[in-house]
């Protein structure tokens, strides 16, 4: 008797549980659309929470919130550290806002190997931008994520349109040529280079460069802006040499000043160009139809992955072949492929 007594009270323990959760997203999902910052800055960290509860609590908030997402223009920015990168933001974020545009800042920063952790800076540097009622400003760490974003950038994306946000601007990290997974989830690609660092040279190498819709070189003030308008040239003539974009449009090559704020206005009215033009070609549509497949496929590689890592024994007998294959035991394929006969049969 004592034993079903106990049963049911955690029947109803459940229950009731399951009652207030549906009840906590309800509201958060409500402030969300309200345009409540704290509120947005909660359903980010539930996204980007690692706990199982959290994870399906993260789905259903999305789930809710897709429908009121979309409305916006989603806009990558890259650049080598040093390229001044948060300050153009703040520059070119208080300029849209002044114009009356909402603007959240997605703003990846680099996670370290040895301690895990991130420096988080941006939301410091962006002192003006983030004091704008208009603005909100995220930092996340990478997680050592590839592509120079987070492992939630997307999912924080569609809950800052969900907020009202009609500018998106994700910062990406800023570390190499490889950080390509952000044009997966933007509309337009800013490229931000340097006078007199090199910057100019990259543009003819492939990778990064090719997927920028606009290319900056930042910091033309001062003595340096003779170097600037140089390295625009040389951009300019680099740029011929690289394939035929997907939507045909011509890259542009723009100098720009974050400090003195020049050319922050024909870099917003180029970006309106190619939006305007992106929409009327239906290239726009398209990009963002391929968007949500490659956010499909790599959800599924996600869910693969844990599912995989979760199966009894596995984690051990990987890290058995990664001793075998370190000395020299066996090949990369042959562990690769022991492991998942493993898996599928269950022996494990």
């Known amino acids: 008797m004592k034993k079903n007594t106990n049963n049911r009270q955690q029947q109803i323990h459940r229950i009731r549980s399951s009652r207030e959760e549906a009840s906590d997203l309800d509201k958060l999902s409500e402030a969300i659309r309200t345009g409540s910052r704290t509120a947005l800055s909660k359903g980010i960290t539930l996204v980007e929470s690692l706990r199982e509860e959290d994870r399906r609590s993260a789905q259903d908030l999305l789930a809710v919130l897709l429908p009121f997402s979309g409305n916006s223009i989603r806009i990558g920015i890259s650049g080598v550290p040093g390229a001044g990168k948060s300050t153009f933001i703040e520059a070119f974020g208080s300029l849209l806002c002044s114009m009356g545009r909402k603007v959240a800042v997605l703003a990846v920063d680099p ?92 543009g003819i190498k492939r990778g990064i460069t090719e997927l ?53 206005s024909e870099i917003w009215q180029a970006i309106e160009g190619l939006e305007k033009a992106s929409r009327q070609s239906t290239f726009f549509e398209s990009n963002r139809k391929k968007q949500l497949v490659s956010w ?53």
């Open 111 to 202: 996670s370290s190997e040895i301690a895990k952790g991130s420096i988080l800076g941006d939301k410091t540097r962006m002192n003006e931008l983030a004091a704008n009622e208009k603005a909100f400003i995220r930092p996340s760490p990478s997680g050592g994520n590839l592509g120079g974003v987070a492992r939630r950038t997307r999912e924080s994306i569609y809950l800052c349109e969900a907020a009202g946000f009609d500018t998106i601007l994700v910062e990406t990290v800023g570390v190499g040529q490889n950080e390509t997974a952000v044009h997966h989830m933007v509309d337009l690609f800013l490229l931000i280079a340097l006078a007199g660092s090199g910057d100019e040279l990259q």
């Open 212 to 264: 920028a819709d606009i290319v900056l070189v930042n910091k033309a003030d001062g003595e340096n802006l003779p170097r600037a308008k140089a390295a625009r040239q040389d951009l300019i003539r680099a740029l011929h040499f690289l394939p035929e974009r997907e939507n045909k449009v011509p890259v542009e090559v723009f100098l720009c000043s974050s400090i003195e704020k020049t050319g922050l």
């Open 296 to 348: 499909l496929h790599d959800s599924l590689k996600e869910e693969l992955w844990n599912t995989f890592m979760k199966r009894d024994g596995i984690e051990k007998l990987l890290h058995q072949f990664e001793v075998d294959v370190l000395q020299m035991k066996c090949s990369v394929n042959h562990a690769a492929l022991e492991l998942m006969q493993k898996f599928n049969s269950g022996d494990n």
